[in-house]
């Protein structure tokens, strides 16, 4: 059917309309448009173009667009206004008008060679035949294996990600010289991305209890033996080359004279009777079977039974401090302090009330100031959800909302999530910029943690510009709301130098925004990013099971086919690293022939023949 005039005018007064406000906000832009570095200067424009466009309703304009068989604009993030002249052009024919040659930021060819060229800047070049990248974040036995770091590049591994929330310099430089060896003998580029921790807010610690170890042996459901306890005793810090239950730290003159058979007699911290046997003397200590669960403290006395031992008593020596987590359910009060108290669970009567609530406090105090009674507050990645009933200058109340039917424990160092509040955590941490100074001598890029407003961002430019670090690569790890809301602002702030790229931080993410939003949240920085032509890294949990267990879930399965959109994956190092860096590099490469962002590549499918059913009158 001929398509109608008057449609055709509507859909290109619409067209015009879109054309005409994203002009309009590019000019309200302009002063942040002409701050971008040279490189971004089309692709902040584009961005622009793109924020006005998604400022609209256009769905109905795409459905009348699609059944005249032109774009629907579905896929327009790179190149808006060449989309949109794109269609207008064939409607112009249709209508057998001339066509009117409007201003464009970018074409579409434009746009994939912008984000190819930002992506090999920040990422290093693509590997052959996959055009997404894969980047595994470092744990410190990779400082000392070497030989497993060249079986990563060599399986595909094409970025390394270290944590400065983790282990030390001296480490973090072991892991820098191991991947920069690796390079020379692989030929292979290997980008180094270093993570600052950023103002992460967490729990403090708790009140220390005292240095015992509670020692186990194994026992069947009705309470009998079934294996004792395998215990290590030695001197401090001399390890068992053999799986053992627990250690206890003995004087090493004491240790010398003991004999297989040889029995150990204590009193544990109950009082009870207990004894350990010698069943096996080894170069540097002995191990002995506990046949009864037993308590033990620093200063434990332990005595050989034989008369004729040289010396037939010591102590225990310095166990580590325990520390009774606070458990909380249901409708349970916690005090959160502004004073570094060291935290406690609630004190019970007698008859089971709650004589004083639990407490702890948290590592950014001047969140105080920032939130407001009636929010949400979530600790430990949202196991425990509450809500603040009170707030004030030095201590916020918080009614548990959600916890386990039996409790959830809370310990130190857990993190802490205030979606709701709108808090203002700008500056860089001192412990940042100390790691800073040793990232921006050795690592590629930098990437910035729980970053939510643009003046966190200009004080990292500040901070590397002092350090002579300009070609720096930066890196924005999207983990909050506050963040995801600013995100627009953050891409214009961050794109002030060059090169740059996001990081999808899932795991904090679904617990600020909800787990059931966090599809779609990802879904809108991958679209923002694209429109910037920024690279975009896709992390958290990827192959997690297989990484980690060595099989993985069907879910992951399709999570990382998924993950492909991006411009780079993130795994992490877990004991059967090799083989998830395998079955990524495999996943990527299937991908990319059916998937490129959000349009699908239609190759010929490999599919069964279909035959014909035979005709009846044949049979």
């Known amino acids: 059917m001929q398509p109608d005039e008057k449609q055709l005018r509507e859909l290109l007064t619409q067209l015009d309309g879109l054309h005409q406000d994203a002009l309009e906000l590019e000019q309200k832009f302009s002063p942040a448009i002409k701050q ?103 744990s410190n036995d990779l400082a000392n294996d070497y030989e497993l770091l060249v079986r990563m590049m060599r399986a595909g591994m094409d970025c390394a990600r270290i944590n400065c929330a983790h282990d030390d310099e001296k480490v973090w430089l072991s892991m820098v010289e191991a991947v920069r060896r690796a390079e020379k003998e692989t030929g292979q580029s290997c980008k180094i991305l270093m993570d600052l921790m950023g103002p992460k807010l967490r729990t403090g610690p708790l009140k220390p209890g005292p240095a015992l170890i509670a020692i186990r042996p194994i026992q069947n459901a009705f309470g009998q033996l079934v294996s004792p306890a395998k215990v290590w005793l030695a001197p401090k810090n001399v390890a068992c080359d053999v799986p053992v239950d627990a250690a206890l730290p003995l004087k090493a003159e004491w240790v010398s004279q003991l004999q297989r058979g040889d029995k150990l007699k204590f009193k544990d911290t109950r009082g009870r009777d207990r004894s350990f046997t010698v069943i096996q003397r080894m170069e540097k200590g002995v191990i002995a079977h506990l046949f009864k669960t037993s308590y033990l403290s620093t200063g434990t006395s332990l005595t050989i039974s034989k008369a004729n031992a040289l010396d037939r008593t010591t102590q225990v020596g310095e166990l580590p401090v325990s520390v009774d987590p606070i458990m909380l359910r249901k409708d349970d009060l916690l005090i959160l302090n502004k004073e570094p108290i060291p935290g406690e669970p609630a004190l019970y009567d007698a008859e089971g009330h709650i004589v004083k609530p639990a ?176 690279p975009v890294i896709w992390a958290t949990q990827v192959l997690e099971s297989l990484s980690k267990k060595g099989r993985p879930s069907r879910a992951e399965i399709t999570d990382a086919a998924m993950s492909q959109r991006a411009d780079c994956v993130m795994l992490n190092k877990g004991a059967y690293i090799l083989q998830a860096i395998e079955l990524l590099d495999d996943i990527l490469k299937r991908m990319q022939q059916h998937q490129h962002k959000k349009s699908s590549m239609l190759r010929q499918l490999h599919v069964s023949e279909l035959e014909l059913p035979e005709p009846e009158d044949k049979k």
């Open 36 to 138: 971008v570095h040279p490189s971004f200067r089309k692709s902040a424009r584009n961005l622009v173009h793109y924020l006005s466009l998604r400022q609209h309703d256009i769905r109905h304009l795409q459905e009348s667009l699609a059944q005249l068989g032109l774009s629907s604009l579905g896929r327009a993030e790179g190149h808006v206004l060449a989309s949109l002249q794109a269609v207008r052009d064939i409607l112009c024919h249709l209508l057998e008008c001339a066509p009117v040659r409007k201003q464009l930021a970018v074409s579409s060819s434009e746009s994939s060679e912008l984000l190819a060229t930002h992506n090999n800047e920040l990422l290093g070049p693509a590997p052959a035949n996959r055009s997404t990248r894969i980047m595994v974040t470092f």
């Open 359 to 534: 407490h702890i406090s948290c590592t950014l105090p001047e969140i105080f100031s920032q939130v407001k009674e009636g929010q949400p507050i979530l600790f430990d990645d949202g196991k425990i959800e509450g809500v603040i009933m009170r707030s004030e200058d030095e201590f916020l109340m918080v009614k548990i909302t959600h916890a386990k039917e039996n409790g959830s424990k809370l310990l130190h160092d857990k993190g802490i999530n205030l979606p709701e509040s709108k808090l203002h955590l700008e500056s860089l941490t001192e412990h940042d910029k100390e790691n800073l100074a040793f990232v921006a001598k050795y690592a590629d890029a930098v990437s910035l943690s729980f970053v939510n407003h643009p003046e966190m961002i200009e004080k990292l430019h500040a901070e590397l510009k002092r350090l002579e670090a300009k070609k720096m690569g930066i890196v924005l790890k999207i983990e909050t709301k506050e963040g995801f809301r600013n995100l627009p602002h953050l891409l214009l702030t961050v794109m002030k130098t060059h090169p740059v790229g996001v990081m999808i931080a899932r795991g904090d993410l679904a617990v600020e925004c909800g787990w059931q939003r966090l599809a779609e949240v990802q879904e809108e920085i991958l679209w923002l990013s694209e429109a910037a032509h920024i």
